[in-house]
């Protein structure tokens, strides 16, 4: 089959410096796209130069740098702590940023655009492993429903202008993800980087004990960021939702997104014991369970981009490994 991308496209990852797009262009690198010498163009500004949340300086860009290809990786991200206390910032920069980029792209004729998303757009208490149909079939988590409702607004987005317009824009909803480049925040960071952190400064510190959120009964799945970018590279050069027999959801209708992820999860508890482990934390791990849990189980059902050819290839043991033996600071600082 042939690439629905080229090696002499020019290329616009948005969010480039941040996990997700700084794998994103490592996996297009490695696939020889972008590449001057044949042609294309990695376009990856930073925030001063260009501010995603100005829609003007946007439209002068796309008119500028005329990218054929565009990959929506920036958000404003954040933990449990972070979306319960900042909820009107989640909402409204996430909705500028994808308005302008994705509006944008279409009015300026890219070619092809991919919207990245979070498995978070899901009801709290969806049936288990999570297919793509249960978009809007109940009540989001309320800890994170600001930062929610905003991706699935530009999942709706996309498929609105491929309805209209037949605009070629397709969305991937991951996992939570880890990897090179996370947040260690103390406070803002997801839940993996955050107990990295915290054993890490226990072992150094000689602590008896850590604690940590909630009753550790929740069950998460992991994606690692690079499976994530090799994600990304493979759904633009093989699918389209524009295609007669793209991947149908139950009611025979062409999906617009499609769930990434191991389809393998863990609960909390397990996954802090073996970050413990891996660490050498020899204290005992206590559980604050006034602290929220958060949603109870979230596993994604991946079999449609597995029908496509696409598998994940990373263990969490084998993710997990090399972040724990990194020297600590030089972790925090990244």
């Known amino acids: 089959m042939n690439s629905l991308i080229k090696a002499d ?16 262009c490592r996996a297009l690198q490695k696939k020889g796209y972008g590449d001057a010498a044949k042609g294309g163009a990695l376009l990856t500004p930073t ?17 500028t740098y005329k990218p054929d290809v565009v990959v929506l990786a920036a958000a404003k991200v954040g933990g449990i702590h972070a ?11 996430n909705l500028k940023i994808q308005t ?29 492993p999570i297919k793509e149909e249960a978009l809007l079939t109940g009540l989001l988590e309320p800890t994170n429903e600001w930062y929610a409702i ?31 480049g996370d947040n260690y925040h103390p406070e803002n960071s997801h839940v993996l980087p955050a107990l990295i952190r915290r054993f890490r ?16 009964s929740p069950m998460r799945e992991f994606l690692h960021v690079d499976d994530l970018g090799n994600a990304c590279v493979f759904a633009l050069e093989s699918w389209s939702a524009l295609w007669s027999d793209a991947p149908k959801n139950d009611q025979g209708q062409s999906l617009a997104f499609l769930n990434v992820g191991t389809g393998v999860d863990l609960t909390i508890k397990e996954l802090a014991e073996q970050i413990a482990a891996l660490v050498g934390f020899q204290g ?51």
């Not at 909820?87 to 409204?92: K, M, Q, W, Y």
């Not at 400064?201 to 550790?216: H, I, P, Q, R």
Request: proline share 4%.
């Open 100 to 128: 302008n980029v994705i509006e944008g792209a279409w009015k300026a004729g890219v070619k092809r655009l991919l919207f990245l998303g979070s498995s978070c757009i899901y009801p709290k208490f969806a049936e288990q």
């Open 150 to 180: 905003a991706k699935i607004t530009g999942i709706k987005l996309c498929e609105s202008l491929r309805k209209q317009y037949g605009f070629d824009a397709i969305s991937l909803m991951p996992t939570n993800l880890y990897g090179p």
């Open 201 to 216: 400064e226990a072992k150094e510190a000689g602590a008896k004990s850590v604690t940590c959120w909630g009753t550790g």
């Open 47 to 63: 925030r001063q130069e260009l501010d995603l949340l100005d829609s003007e300086a946007v439209k002068t860009w796309y008119s």
């Open 284 to 334: 005992t791990i206590e559980w604050d369970t006034t602290k929220p849990d958060g949603t109870p189980k979230k596993q994604l059902e991946v079999s449609r981009m597995k029908g496509l050819g696409w598998n994940a290839k990373i263990s969490l043991s084998d993710g997990l490994a090399p972040l724990v033996a990194e020297n600590l600071s030089d972790l925090i600082a990244k």
């Open 9 to 24: 496209d020019h290329f616009f990852v948005a969010g480039a410096r941040g996990m997700a797009g700084s794998a994103i």
């Open 83 to 93: 979306n319960d206390n900042f909820p009107a910032d989640f909402l409204l920069d």
